[in-house]
């Protein structure tokens, strides 16, 4: 098996990224979320938003790639679940941290969360609670 060896306790190695304008962009394309929200500077000027609002599915995208780039290609998310606390806006940068709460078999339970990051300290919490079930196949399938 490839991967970590995991067991209670196990820290998740932390995900860190800054989500641009043209990513955000990006991902509306794929996901056909054109909300103004993700892009329209009038329309954030009118709500008092100081830029555009990262689409709150790329969270869900962060975690699962957090979790697959720390176990490999052995690992299936199988569920996962997270709940939004603030903002994010174009141009800022967010860390994923996380740490297994239970291992049974070949299934793991990891508690998550996203923090806005200035500098590499946290500034506030983005999405908490998170976490996911994971299961480890025996072999990767390639």
Known sequence: MTGPEVTVGSEVTPLERTIELRDMVAYAGATW??????????????????????????????????????????????????????????????RCTGRVI???????????????VDGGEPRRVAVEPAGAEVVLRAEAVS
């Open 33 to 94: 979320d054109w909300h103004r929200l993700h892009y329209d500077a009038d329309y954030l000027a009118k709500r008092r938003l100081p830029a555009p609002v990262v689409d709150g599915q790329v969270f869900g995208a962060l975690l699962a790639e957090q979790l697959q780039d720390w176990l490999g290609p052995r690992a299936v998310v199988r569920r996962l679940h997270f709940r939004f606390k603030n903002l994010v806006f174009a141009g800022e940068t967010v």
């Open 102 to 116: 239970a291992v049974a078999g070949d299934t793991l339970r990891v508690e998550q969360r996203i923090v806005v």
